[in-house]
């Protein structure tokens, strides 16, 4: 089945500093999504991408949808110390269980005030 | 908008037991929810998806008898594990989607801790 390559792990920066994370994958989706998870929170959606190219902003963060489509990233620039979370991506195809999200493994990140 | 809510947020049970989660669209009509398991510092894992009034596709390796899935209405399905063992402890988390077939945003509840003694 696809699968999702996210990098890097984990990330411990200081506060103000630029984040950026990745995710690839082995085939094509129509849709990325990147979602933020808090400790023994369900996640919640950040950005959603739905065309190859696509560079969308949501205030300090911006991810793009690679030409390709199988690949995104997600920045955060000036991060401050509510950006700590997991950081998951996700691919999405449409129609029946292609409709499914397929997650990456997530990107920790720590933020030193 | 878009709020999906799940109850009850973290449940303690016995070994052998059952326990009911529900999971909630709170302000908009739910064609298809998703049941996902997560075990800690570990990705989300799809367990099943939920269309009203039809029964529940599970994922290769989840087993249909022991998770109970109910979509009774637009606002509401329910997960049922049954017969709960130490190995069931887990996060469930719901999310909602408007399209058939989920081919569209998937607004997630807060999740419910399990914990089987």
């Known amino acids: 089945g696809q699968q999702l390559n996210q990098s890097p792990q984990s990330m411990f920066i200081q506060e103000g500093e630029d984040v950026s994370m990745n995710c690839t994958s082995s085939?094509?989706?129509?849709?990325w999504l990147w979602y933020k998870q808090d400790p023994g929170e369900g996640p919640v959606l950040l950005i959603a991408l739905y065309k190859a190219g696509e560079l969308t902003s949501n205030g300090r963060l911006t991810a793009q949808f690679g030409i390709t489509r199988k690949d995104s990233f997600l920045n955060i620039s000036a991060s401050i110390p509510s950006d700590v979370g997991i950081y998951f991506c996700a691919g999405q195809n449409y129609g029946g269980s292609q409709g499914n999200l397929i997650f990456g493994k997530g990107t920790k990140l720590s933020v030193k005030p | 908008g878009a709020v999906v809510s799940q109850h009850p947020s973290w449940v303690i049970c016995k070994s052998g037991t059952s326990v009911k989660i529900e999971c909630r669209s709170l302000d908009f009509q739910a064609t298809t929810m998703f049941w996902y398991r997560q075990f800690p510092k570990q990705s989300l894992m799809l367990m099943a998806t939920?269309?009203?009034?039809?029964?529940?596709?599970?994922e290769q390796g989840v087993e249909k008898d022991k998770f109970l899935i109910n979509h009774a209405s637009l606002t509401l399905s329910t997960l049922t594990v049954t017969s709960a063992h130490p190995e069931d402890s887990s996060f469930y988390i719901c999310s909602a989607s408007t399209a058939s077939g989920g081919g569209d945003t998937q607004y997630f509840g807060p999740g419910t801790r399990l914990t089987v003694l």
């Open positions: 939920s269309n009203e009034g039809s029964k529940a596709t599970y």
């Open positions: 085939s094509i989706f129509n849709t």
